[in-house]
Nanobody
Framework: QVRLVESGGGLVQAGGSLRLSCAAS????????MGWARQAPGKEREFVAV????????YYADSVKGRFTISRDNAKNTVYLQMNSLKPEDTAVYYC????????????????WGQGTQVTVSS
């Protein structure tokens, strides 16, 4: 059973940066793709970034391209999301996910989630 624990959320002003971390345990981390999704109040959860098991391939939602960077350290069983140039519309609970899979073009899902970390961007 995989366990995912996010950290690094908080309150930041627009234009600022945050780095989220997700520590994984319970399975061989380096064998699985990983991703970050977010859910704002009243909205559906959406994936914003996905990284392949090796780190060699990434996906970004259009809304975060050029501002967010996903990375991983397989030796530390950790995946990161560096968020720069944050906007108020980035405010959401951010979730780490293991084994994201494509449900349709540009849309992912997962059966394995962390508990989430709140990111709030003030204007």
């Amino acid at each position: 059973q995989v366990r995912l624990v996010e950290s690094g959320g908080g309150l930041v002003q627009a234009g600022g940066s945050l780095r989220l971390s997700c520590a994984a345990s319970g399975r061989t981390f380096g064998n699985y793709d990983m991703g970050w999704a977010r859910q704002a109040p009243g909205k559906e959860r959406e994936f914003v970034a996905v990284i392949s098991w090796s780190g060699g391939s990434t996906y970004y939602a259009d809304s975060v391209k050029g501002r967010f960077t996903i990375s991983r350290d397989n030796a530390k069983n950790t995946v990161y999301l560096q968020m720069n140039s944050l906007k108020p519309e980035d405010t959401a609970v951010y979730y780490c996910a293991s084994e994201p899979y494509v449900v349709k073009a540009g849309a992912y899902a997962s059966d394995y989630w962390g508990q989430g970390t709140q990111v709030t961007v003030s204007s």
